[in-house]
T-cell receptor, first 110, second 116 residues
Framework: SQQGEEDPQALSIQEGENATMNCSYK?????LQWYRQNSGRGLVHLIL?????REKHSGRLRVTLDTSKKSSSLLITASRAADTASYFC??????????FGDGTTLTVKP | GAVVSQHPSWVICKSGTSVKIECRSL??????MFWYRQFPKQSLMLMAT?????????EQGVEKDKFLINHASLTLSTLTVTSAHPEDSSFYIC????????????FGPGTRLTVT
């Protein structure tokens, strides 16, 4: 399969809690991006992390990348109901194509 | 960041007709663009790679005669769904690769196609 793997497939938490989702891939990558998608809408870019970076922050978002384990994680701190969405990782391979993970559906209960 | 636009944002067409979707890179020249398809509650699947001035490269299982791709300029790629059927109803998203710097990919907002 060309898809990357994400876990969990679905995550339900209470507002204020932290949410962590993981992405794994199988090839060498140039960079990895995380996107949010609300139901029926387009992709919203969250963070890009390059292969030579290990961690990046943006507001309540923290992304880590472990190229030795071929995995990345997205942490959303102090979650809000508005964070309810599907989250996808997309990694850019050295062949120049971006491949998406299966996605994690996050539900934040108010 | 760089901007990629798509037009139309949504389209409804009748079965058997053809639909053209445009993808434009607005502030950079893209020699390579990509077309993805997303069915409900699924992830995005790469359909084809569009190369300016040459034929597109299709992923396994994607019918090249049904999904015609034209990349006639460095800022425009089009995807034409020919003889559309209800099973072609999907969300189509393009992306463009900026050849400068880190050669990053930027994604368009997507086009929702509904075939009745």
């Amino acid at each position: 399969s060309q898809q990357g793997e994400e876990d969990p497939q679905a995550l339900s938490i209470q507002e204020g809690e932290n949410a962590t989702m993981n992405c794994s891939y199988k090839t060498s990558i140039n960079n990895l991006q995380w996107y949010r998608q609300n139901s029926g809408r387009g992709l919203v870019h969250l963070i890009l992390i390059r292969s030579n970076e290990r961690e990046k922050h943006s507001g309540r978002l923290r992304v880590t990348l472990d190229t030795s384990k071929k995995s990345s994680s997205l942490l959303i701190t102090a979650s809000r109901a508005a964070d309810t969405a599907s989250y996808f990782c997309a990694y850019l391979t050295n062949a120049g194509k971006s491949t998406f993970g299966d996605g994690t559906t996050l539900t934040v209960k108010p | 960041g760089a901007v990629v636009s798509q037009h139309p944002s949504w389209v409804i067409c009748k079965s058997g007709t053809s639909v053209k979707i445009e993808c434009r890179s607005l502030d950079f020249q893209a020699t390579t663009m990509f077309w993805y398809r997303q069915f409900p509650k699924q992830s995005l699947m790469l359909m084809a790679t569009s190369n300016e001035g040459s034929k597109a490269t299709y992923e396994q299982g994607v019918e090249k005669d049904k999904f015609l791709i034209n990349h006639a300029s460095l800022t425009l790629s089009t995807l034409t769904v020919t003889s559309a059927h209800p099973e072609d109803s999907s969300f189509y998203i393009c992306s463009a690769r900026d050849p400068s710097g880190y050669s990053e990919q930027y994604f368009g907002p997507g086009t929702r196609l509904t075939v009745t």
